[in-house]
């Protein structure tokens, strides 16, 4: 099947990349859907003994030097057809990009760097037939987004759930002249049916799983003639299992977890050194400690816990096991060798790192699966749907974007 070249899709053309997503996804489930974080023996590995191995022989740093772009690994078969088909069916293409007008600098004062870059794009984005009127900034944080588009001169309405977030965007807002409305509101309670109108034009960055997909049911019955909605945190969802959207999707032999979901937040490409840093020697330490709660416990089987507090990683790995054992309420016994244990644990943490590639070539794919459901819903609400990239990934790496528009 050709994917879509154009960001406008017709209904047939987003109908068969999903079911060509949806074949793949399925047909490869076994080598996605088990972690390497949890299990100390993955499924695929007695099916393809030759990738396994490669894997398993890779240190840290090469894994770390490969996240990014897995695709480009010299693995072993299936690795690099699995690769190439995971690029050509994860790819949407970038959404034509029109510049705004001047913004004012005073704008991005109080905004992060990066996060204002990403409204930048966002903006450049919207082009709608008819000019929107009233902005409704969704789930609106502080309300940058919105305060960047209202500069044309629309009105515009900010929902958040966060009071204080609300006051600081009421509070900037005033500062910049700009006579926005920041509404307290939990946009999953039923109230909040109340608070979309047919002229407005609603905006979602980054909204989490069903934040945005209320929107769209949302702005949908209140006859909405258009949205945008940049996705996040599919994996924010009530439900224990993914509830499709699409008929497509409902009729879809796939059936997602919350779990699964998470596999696009192991995403890291915006993360610093240090963060990276920190996150590794935690997940030594825990991949360490699975290796222990199984000795004790006789049982082969991963146990979860919540993570210990930060400052407990600056303590040394026996104080660690300790205190996590007790929030587990689990008996050590006696004597352990820890400087081993540790070690083992951060020979594990190379192995799930470096298995993990194979998973992160689905990542894509999952996501434009879960675009393009949302993506059917809307197209057999009556909108016309574009899809695309905003911004570059090293912005964010949620980075697609979903523009609807009624007829
Ligand atoms: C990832 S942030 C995005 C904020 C903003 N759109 C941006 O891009 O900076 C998600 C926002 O959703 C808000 N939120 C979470 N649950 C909500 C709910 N049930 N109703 C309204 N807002 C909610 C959070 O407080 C947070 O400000």
Redesign the pocket.
Known sequence: MSVPETNLATPAQLLAHFRALDQFLFAHQQLWRPKPFTALQLGWETEHPQLARWLRARNLEQAEAAHNQPHLLAAPAPFPELARQAIALGQLGQLPRRSRAATGTRLGVD?PGR?WQ??EAFGSCLQFHQQPAHWL?????????GRYLAQDGSALSC????AQ?VSSGQRLSGKLGIPARHIE?????EE?AGYLESAQTPV?????G??HV?LMQLASAAGCRQLAI?P??YNRIRAEHYQPLSAAARASALQLERDDLRLLQCETVTAGQRVRKLRDLSMARRLGFDLLQRQVRAVDEYLPAEALAPAWLQRDFAAYCTELARVKQLDLGGEHDWATLETAGWQRLANVRNLELLRSLFRRPLEVWLLLDRALFLQAEGYRVRLGSFCDTRLTPRNLLLLAERE
């Open positions: 905004v996060k990403q409204i900034d969704w789930c609106a944080g502080k309300g940058h987004l929902v958040e759930r966060d977030l509101l939990d946009v999953l309670q909040a979602a960055l980054h909204a989490c069903d934040l209320r940049a996040c945190c």
